[in-house]
């Protein structure tokens, strides 16, 4: 998804990527460049403040200043632990929102990568609560997400700690438009559904093909689908757009909702 948005934005824009792999991020600049776009690349990881902090540095050196930032960065269940996907997913969006808006002015935008599944546990669950906790206590923010997420057993550890992780950054993201705001500068989310990516393709078997029995579109989305969606919201036409999230899911969330109405049949 990233760098399916990077293609677009880069008709334009200056392009910075980051990635924990340097081998990844060649690949892409190499890319990138083939497609006559000027892209750079950094070596980040977004659960280390310092590391976020020297990306935003590194991207705005030479004197150039870093208008948009399109946070995909994330885990899902099958990549790690409960305590990575808090961590990475959670604590991650932290440091990259609480940098770059250190860092925006005047039509700059934050767009933070959710996730369908954000918006589809049951407010009992979420730990709204610890997601106060975010900024101040990371550590204490994390435990709440992987103790909540204990409720679905041992096998659905990471998965709900995910869709908890996803409805944080749903939070925080309305949360922090107001100081956005007061900058002149924009922060909104988009939540994607089952796509297919190299994420998307690792759950597949593990619910994001399920998905497709309930949603309006038959299929996986396609990654520059999406990337449409995160570029035009990074960039400078929708200026009156902010603290809201964006849900591209192919009509997973509708088909659920009225599948279960009477009288309503697929």
Not at 24 to 46: F, H, K, Q
Not at 121 to 136: D, N, V, Y
Not at 188 to 212: I, K, N, Q
């Amino acid at each position: 998804m990233g760098l399916a948005t990077a293609k677009l934005l880069g008709a334009d824009h200056r392009v910075v990527i980051a990635d924990l792999s340097q081998e990844r991020l060649d690949a892409a600049v190499a890319e990138l460049t083939s497609d006559g776009i000027e892209a750079r690349s950094a070596v980040c990881d977004i659960t280390d403040r310092a590391s976020v902090e020297k990306l935003l540095d590194h991207a705005g050196s030479g004197g150039h200043h870093v208008r948009a930032l399109v946070h995909a960065a994330g885990v899902s269940p099958q990549m790690g632990s409960a305590d990575l996907v808090a961590r990475v997913n959670g604590t991650g969006t932290v440091h990259v929102t609480r940098a770059f808006l250190a860092r925006a002015g005047e039509g700059d935008v934050l767009v933070n990568v959710a996730s369908v599944a954000g918006h589809q546990l049951p407010r009992i669950l979420l730990p709204i609560g610890a997601f106060r906790l975010a900024e101040t206590d990371p550590a204490g923010f994390e435990r709440a997400i992987v103790r909540r997420a204990r409720v679905g057993g041992r096998k659905l550890h990471s998965g709900i700690a995910y869709g908890i992780s996803k409805a944080f950054v749903l939070w925080y993201t309305r949360s922090q438009a107001v100081a956005f705001g007061k900058r002149g500068a924009r922060i909104v989310s988009v939540s994607p559904g089952s796509f297919d990516t190299a994420m998307g393709r690792l759950e597949a078997d593990h619910g994001a093909a399920d998905l497709l029995k309930v949603s309006a579109i038959k299929r996986f989305g396609k990654p520059e689908e999406i990337a449409a969606v995160l570029a035009f919201c990074a960039g400078t036409a929708p200026g009156y757009l902010t603290g809201v999230d964006i849900l591209v899911d192919g009509g997973t969330q509708a088909g659920t909702e009225f599948k279960k109405r009477p009288g309503v049949t697929n």
